[in-house]
């Protein structure tokens, strides 16, 4: 089960890294005045995050239903990059505001 929970700890990574990186440029593409764009990346990234969100879903099914695993410090790792690129999307919705109504 240890390479399982790796694997998935990848996933995490990989979907919130992408989460993170759309919420980023979207709040670029508010600078510039892009609303459109951004508010697709802001989607684009909400998918990611969804994803990344998921695997961690299952994660925790499993540890309910008692079929849990040790932690590693990757699996650690993937929670801190989720729980960061959920924080950046929610602040780029705000940041993006600000940029409409300036």
Do not use: C, P
Not at 33 to 50: H, Q, T, W
């Amino acid at each position: 089960m240890e390479s399982t929970i790796t694997e998935i700890a990848f996933q995490i990574i990989l979907y919130a890294g992408n989460g993170k990186s759309s919420a980023m440029e979207a709040i670029q593409e508010a600078k510039e005045r892009n609303f459109e764009e951004a508010d697709r990346l802001i989607e684009a990234a909400g998918v990611e995050l969804g994803k990344a969100h998921g695997y961690q879903t299952k994660l925790l099914q499993e540890e309910a239903n008692g079929e849990g695993s040790s932690v590693n410090i990757i699996l650690v790792h993937s929670q801190d990059h989720l729980m960061t690129a959920m924080t950046v999307r929610d602040l780029a919705i705000e940041i993006i505001e600000i940029y409409r109504n300036k």
